[in-house]
């Protein structure tokens, strides 16, 4: 019995041996990688007399064949394919990360650009505005506004060809009143600027040209922006009337005026004096429909299309933040059944917010403390 014990432990003790792993050398676990791999790659059915030592043999030359596979020209196919493909995320970063249109010169190769500067005043434009041609030049192009077979100060730039017309709007806000309960309204001094392409007015100037007077401005297309949400709005005009038209050679045209518009707001007092108010200033072509004229923001951060002036304090506010949306929509007309709302036309807004905080200290000291001493007065007597 216990020479059967004795031949159990032994037993037991060459199991354990064989059963435990063993650490192996580094280069026999890298040959035994090298032979699994070959093995998968190139399994055939082989006869028995196939060794381990022929398998080996063949390792170098298939690992010098992969290699010499991936030193070989990359495929036509491939190379334009990356090529697209970088092409193609070039342009949709570029598009993603610049909205502004207006950034760079380029005309529009359907329209004609008109020769209104002499030879050494032509050609080598830029998108820099450091020098401006005189407005007259333009009466070539615009006469009286409306031209036979050429301008017509009456059409949208695009509506001859049935084409929309897209207006690009900031503002950059001066200074503000105080925001008054009595009347939910306030008072804002403001420069609005818009931007659009008439390429009926593209131009071979070195330079754009500057229109300062009324008399050559009101024989251009505008779009006819208004204030919806306007109590009262007038055009500054000390010393002259405070506007410029701005028309670039590839027919871009800036226009930037300084406005005075008091404005209604809708104030919610429920949680005076901790309360945050948000008041809109809603912009919109009052004549031109959607199909024709679309009103956007132009966005160029950090200026546009919102800017206001650092150092605008007000008594009992302070702006917090401000903030743009597109309010574009149907209005019923005279004309049409409205069963379906066939009878409804769009036009195109756009609604900026500036979102202001209460001054709590103000009101206590302004509000609460002599509220407190009339009260103590009238107890007293």
């Known amino acids: 019995?216990?020479?059967?014990?004795?031949?159990?432990?032994?037993?037991?003790?060459?199991?354990?041996?064989?059963?435990?792993?063993?650490?192996?050398?580094?280069?026999?676990?890298?040959?035994?990688?090298?032979?699994?791999?070959h093995s998968r790659k190139?399994?055939?059915?082989t006869d028995a007399e196939e060794t381990i030592q022929s398998i080996l043999d063949d390792i170098p030359e298939a690992t010098a064949d992969t290699f010499s596979t991936r030193q070989q020209p990359i495929t036509e196919p491939l190379k334009h394919?990356?090529?697209?493909?970088?092409?193609?995320?070039?342009?949709?970063?570029?598009?993603?990360?610049?909205?502004?249109?207006?950034k760079k010169l380029w005309y529009d190769p359907d329209y004609k650009v008109h020769s209104l500067c002499e030879p050494h005043s032509s050609g080598n434009q830029n998108e820099q505005l450091v020098w401006t041609e005189s407005g007259d030049r333009l009466l070539k192009v615009i006469g009286n506004g409306v031209v036979k077979d050429g301008y017509n100060m009456f059409m949208a730039p695009n509506q001859a060809r049935g084409k929309r017309t897209d207006v690009y709007v900031a503002m950059y806000i001066e200074s503000m009143s105080s925001f008054k309960a009595q009347t939910m309204d306030f008072e804002m001094d403001m420069y609005l600027a818009m931007g659009w392409f008439d390429r009926r007015?593209?131009?071979?100037?070195?330079?754009?040209?500057?229109?300062?007077?009324k008399v050559i401005a009101d024989r251009i297309w505008h779009p006819d922006l208004y204030f919806v949400n306007s109590k009262f709005a007038y055009l500054q005009e000390v010393t002259t009337p405070n506007f410029m038209v701005v028309v670039y050679p590839d027919g871009l045209v800036f226009k930037s005026v300084r406005v005075d518009v008091t404005l209604s707001c809708m104030l919610e007092l429920?949680?005076?004096?901790?309360?945050?108010?948000?008041?809109?200033?809603?912009?919109?072509?009052?004549?031109?429909?959607?199909?024709?004229?679309?009103?956007?923001?132009?966005?160029?951060?950090?200026h546009f299309p919102i800017g206001s002036n650092q150092a605008i304090k007000l008594n009992d506010m302070v702006?917090?933040?401000?903030?743009?949306e597109d309010c574009s929509g149907a209005y019923?007309?005279?004309?049409?059944?409205?069963?379906?709302?066939?009878?409804?036309?769009?036009?195109?807004?756009?609604?900026?917010?500036i979102v202001m905080k209460r001054l709590v200290l103000f009101h206590i000291i302004q509000t609460y403390i002599?509220?407190?001493?009339?009260?103590?007065?009238?107890k007293i007597a």
């Not at 697209?84 to 570029?94: P, T």
């Not at 702006?319 to 743009?324: A, K, L, S, W, Y």
């Not at 019923?332 to 409804?344: A, D, I, L, T």
């Open 42 to 45: 190139t399994f055939r059915e």
């Open 81 to 102: 394919f990356a090529n697209d493909f970088a092409e193609s995320a070039r342009e949709n970063l570029e598009k993603g990360e610049d909205a502004n249109i207006f």
């Open 370 to 378: 002599p509220t407190g001493e009339d009260l103590k007065a009238i």
């Open 270 to 302: 429920r949680l005076f004096p901790m309360d945050f108010q948000e008041c809109p200033i809603t912009i919109q072509s009052y004549a031109f429909i959607e199909n024709i004229v679309k009103l956007n923001w132009h966005i160029d951060r950090p």
């Open 332 to 353: 019923p007309m005279f004309r049409g059944s409205c069963k379906n709302e066939s009878c409804y036309a769009n036009w195109s807004c756009i609604q900026a917010f």
């Open 1 to 37: 019995m216990r020479r059967w014990s004795g031949a159990l432990i032994v037993f037991l003790y060459i199991y354990s041996l064989l059963a435990l792993p063993h650490p192996q050398d580094p280069s026999s676990q890298y040959r035994n990688n090298l032979i699994a791999e």
């Open 319 to 324: 702006i917090v933040r401000t903030r743009f």
């Open 201 to 213: 007015l593209a131009h071979n100037c070195t330079h754009p040209i500057l229109v300062t007077s």
